[in-house]
């Protein structure tokens, strides 16, 4: 006998209890009554066959299995929306969307002044901006649910396609008053024992910094990491540590006062834009590109001479 699976109305009950911690909160958002709701989420489990929720302090707290469950129906649920949000714009003939995944620094620094200039220059589709880690924009590039991902440097990926933006060189993020911000450069030997907050090893960005430190013998002190490259540099600006940033992941933080300095060796940090292999649709792809690279030329050029590389 075929076994009964999960239906939207108890996914839909499931998702609202997690997000409000309460069978009286989902009651609520869901206009259902109280016994409805427990009703309906004691069905869930029982096909699930484990426990969703744990009680803690009055609320209930998705366990592990049910956190996992909770992500994927998050998704779902995405995705029925943007579905939605689709038929309406259909039917009201309202513009195409073009969806461009990006990490965060690239999301806050790049895209502004290119989505600025993409709709003065008469672009017809608007811009929809969401920002994942790298591999969430690849993930979402590879299964064309975004026209564009923009990303560091990231492996060659059969089916994707990549375009250099930038390359940009690695910078010491330094607080005010910092005895190292009077050297005009920073070498690996500086940064022996030092406070020190580490960028994503995830993406590479620090695995390079490693490799370069460990080649000197030099072991700063690891305060932090901070896969956020802008994030890293914030907490160099607090003074947590010193980081590696560049002149995107720098830009919010120097009218604040934040020290960069050139390091030597150099190292460069790299951000492409990829798409998948073979999609058609109407997006001027390459109309795109030129607007991020003459965006991010103008952003490295506000950068102080010798600090940064533009495109290669």
Known sequence: MTQPRLQHRQLEVFRAV?????????????GMSQPGVSKILAQTEELCRFCLFERLHGRLVPTQRGL?????????????EEIAHLVERLRTEQPRRAVIASI???????MPPVAGRWLREGGPERLAVTTRDGGGVMAMAASRRAELGLTSASPRVPGLRSFLIARARALCALPPGHPLAERDTI???????????AISRHEGSQTLVDRVLQ?????????AECPLIIGAAGMAHAGVGI??????AARPFIPRGLVLRDFDPAM????????????????DRAAFL?????????????APPGRVTRLA
């Open 18 to 30: 997690v997000r409000t911690g309460s069978i009286t909160g989902a009651s609520r958002v869901l």
């Open 243 to 248: 980081a590696f940033t560049d002149a995107f």
């Open 104 to 110: 965060p620094v690239l999301a806050q620094e790049l």
């Open 187 to 197: 070498r690996p030997a500086d940064l022996h024992g030092q406070p020190f907050v």
């Open 268 to 283: 460069f940090f790299e951000y492409r834009a990829i798409w998948s292999e073979g999609m058609s649709n109407p997006f």
């Open 290 to 302: 030129r607007l991020l690279s003459q965006c991010a030329e103008e952003i490295l050029s506000e």
């Open 68 to 80: 996992n469950l909770f992500e994927e129906t998050e998704r779902l649920f995405m995705g029925m």
């Open 215 to 223: 080649d000197e013998g030099v072991r700063p002190v690891e305060m």
